[in-house]
Structures are given as structure tokens and as C-alpha cells.
């Protein structure tokens, strides 16, 4: 019952600052994406997700993806996020489930729920800044131009928690082992001309032993596109995205994570392009996965989206 308490409040929280904020904050606005991601290890993986709404929006999203480290199995996971936001600050909830998979040996099965908030500062508080396009949306976020902070500087600070319950049995026995993870993070941006720079940096902490448990299905890390497998401890991730070029904003990042249970910490390099076109948007990019005492990974996505606004 306390975690629901938790969720309702946090719901209430980003109701109440839509109704309390001005009306005109944002246009409405309706942006659907797609993104088709392939790699080593025969991974496919597809996220796709509609932002909708104006200063208070919705953005239901759906992903999944299957590897051969993953049993062949199709994990598919559901989530909504509700935010409001405005030229100063922003705050958002979101929840969703990844429901029972069974594999040869085990089932798994997860749901997460979390809130995050934004502030914004220097001379481009007038409008949405991008920082929170980029960790709401992706790459594809990197397309919107117009909602980067203007003039020479502008510094956004986020922080968030996001928390999951998961659980994974054994078909062939009796072990069932339920675990709980929540994600601690902290984010900074800074835009200069029409480049901005950020820097992510979370926390796991988990409740329940997690010593000898099979490594999670289903892990999300900020700055890698790929789903990874184990129990983060600590990851940081740095992204440079670059809007000196028409049209195009080429972007690189890299994501360091250490991990639980004695696994080797882990390096995540990407390379990629978002292209403007207005209504359209189109973004592309390599990730190359590394992890001490493991296989390197390589990996490509491609991905649109489409800008529809009144």
C-alpha cells in the first residue's frame, strides 16, 4: 500500500501543477517515433513510443527486443509517462510493466514505477529546454532545434528516482527469488551556441539478496541503447550532441557502469546523427559495448519520428 501512496501522490503532484501553471505554456503538439535497433549476438530490438499533448502531455511508448543471450525469448515491455512543462521547470511521472516471459529454465517479470523534475536556467527559459527532450525522447529528441537554450549559455539540473519490482523463477525447481531495484539519478546540461552537453550519473540500490541471482532480464541503463544484463551498481553517462550544421546533429556519448556480483564494469561508445526535416525526423546510430571479461557487442539503430503541432 505505501508504494501505491507514493505513486498516487506523485501523480497528484504533476496534476496539480497543470492545473495551476498558465494554459499557453507549450502548444499541443502530437510526436509519434520509432526506433529499430540490431547487434551482436542476434539482438532485435524495436522501441517506439507517441508524445502527446502541450504544456501537460502523455507519451505512452512500447519497446522489445530478443538475443540469443536472452533464450530467444521476446521481452516486451509497456509504460506511460505524464509531465508538465514549462520554460523554468518540469516534472513528470512514469510507470509501466514488463509482463511474465518464460523461458526453458525460468520465468521473469517486472514492473517500474518513478518520478523526475527539471530546472532550468540562463536566457533560454522561454522555452522547453532540450535536455528534458533528450532524456524523454532519445536521439529523436536531439531533433527539435527550437527548444534548445538560447544565446551562450544555458544549465539545466534534473534529479529522479525510478524503482522495480521484479521477479524470476525457476521452472525446474523451487526457487523464486523476488527483487527490488531503485534508480537514483542526477542529471546537469549545459548549452552553448547551439550545442549542449550532459552528464547523468545513477545510483542502484537494491532490497532483497541479489547474491548468485541470475542476472536481470530486462535492465535499462541511461546512455545505452542496447538492454544490458546483470545489476548495476553506478553509471555514468556523458553526451555531447552538436547543432552546428544544417539540418543535421551529429552526437556522441559514452556510458561507464560498474556492477553487482563481481561482474566487470562496462564501456558504452556511440556515434550518431539526428536530421531535421520539420514535420519529419530521422536519427541513426553505432554503439560498441564493451564489458570486462565478457564479449564486445556492436550494435546500429535507425529510427524516425513525425512533428505534428498546433
Given at each position: ?22 494554459a499557453s505554456a507549450r502548444a499541443f503538439f502530437i510526436q509519434p ?278
Amino acid at each position: 500500500m505505501k508504494k501505491f501512496s507514493i505513486l498516487a501522490a506523485s501523480a497528484a503532484a504533476v496534476l496539480a501543477a497543470a492545473a495551476l501553471a498558465p494554459a499557453s505554456a507549450r502548444a499541443f503538439f502530437i510526436q509519434p517515433s520509432l526506433t529499430q535497433l540490431s547487434g551482436s549476438h542476434g539482438y532485435e530490438g524495436t522501441d517506439a513510443s507517441v508524445d502527446v499533448g502541450g504544456a501537460f502531455h502523455l507519451m505512452p511508448a512500447f519497446s522489445e527486443y530478443h538475443s540469443d543471450l536472452s533464450g530467444g525469448q521476446t521481452y516486451k515491455t509497456y509504460s506511460m509517462r505524464a509531465a508538465y512543462d514549462t520554460g523554468l521547470w518540469g516534472v513528470g511521472l512514469t510507470g509501466g510493466a514488463t509482463p511474465g516471459v518464460s523461458g526453458q529454465t525460468s520465468s521473469f517479470k517486472q514492473n517500474f514505477y518513478g518520478v523526475d523534475g527539471t530546472l532550468s536556467f540562463g536566457p533560454g527559459t522561454g522555452k522547453v529546454s532540450r535536455l528534458r527532450q533528450y532524456q524523454a525522447q532519445g536521439a529523436a529528441g536531439l531533433t527539435n532545434m527550437s527548444s534548445a537554450p538560447e544565446g551562450l549559455a544555458g544549465v539545466d539540473l534534473g534529479a529522479g528516482i525510478m524503482h522495480y519490482d521484479e521477479t524470476n523463477a525457476n521452472l525446474h525447481g523451487t526457487g523464486l527469488s523476488r527483487i527490488g531495484q531503485t534508480n537514483l539519478r542526477g542529471s546537469a546540461g549545459a548549452a552553448f551556441l547551439d550545442n549542449i552537453l550532459t552528464l547523468d550519473i545513477t545510483k542502484s540500490v537494491y532490497n532483497g539478496s541479489i547474491a548468485g541471482s541470475a542476472a536481470d532480464q530486462a535492465q535499462i541503463i541511461q546512455g545505452v541503447n542496447a538492454v544490458v544484463q546483470g545489476f548495476p551498481d553506478t553509471s555514468v553517462s556523458l553526451k555531447l550532441a552538436m547543432g552546428l550544421l544544417p539540418l543535421v546533429t551529429p552526437y556522441i556519448s559514452y556510458t561507464h557502469t560498474t556492477f553487482k556480483n563481481g561482474a566487470g564494469a562496462s564501456g558504452a561508445y556511440v556515434v550518431g546523427g539526428a536530421v531535421n526535416l520539420l514535420m519529419l525526423n530521422v536519427h541513426a546510430f553505432y554503439e560498441r559495448y564493451t564489458q570486462v571479461g565478457g564479449q564486445n557487442q556492436n550494435f546500429v539503430g535507425i529510427g524516425a519520428g513525425l512533428n505534428f503541432g498546433l
